[in-house]
């Protein structure tokens, strides 16, 4: 008896919800979005310039106009980067991730 019922009102159902929604669809025309009044120099990516000098690539990093890192690709050679000091005028040379590694190593919870 439940089966039945169940059924009946699924049918139901799907009929008042063809009639209802077919009859009132509206298409709209294609609208334009408007203009952005947000201004700002500001990009999220940074412009990168590729220059090659025969087989050797020199890849330039800049954000703003900025420029702040350099990767140099000498040819048959493992390329290295040179970043921009915060504090000074020089250039930082950094032979891949040759670096020391640095973990913080606080205490954050003891038992």
């Known amino acids: 008896m439940y089966k039945f019922l169940r059924l009946l009102l699924l049918v139901f159902y799907l009929m008042i919800s063809n009639i209802s ?52 690709t000498p040819d048959g050679a493992p390329p290295y980067y040179l970043y921009k000091e915060t504090e000074g005028s020089g250039w930082l040379r950094v032979e891949g991730i040759s670096e020391p590694l640095i973990v913080p190593q606080w205490v954050v919870f003891e038992f």
């Open 21 to 72: 929604f077919g009859d009132d669809t509206i298409v709209l025309e294609d609208v334009t979005p408007v203009q952005s009044t947000f201004e700002s120099d500001y990009t999220n990516e940074p412009e990168v310039t590729i220059i090659k000098d025969g087989e050797n690539t020199t890849e330039e990093y800049r954000i703003n106009g900025q420029l702040y890192m350099v990767k140099v």
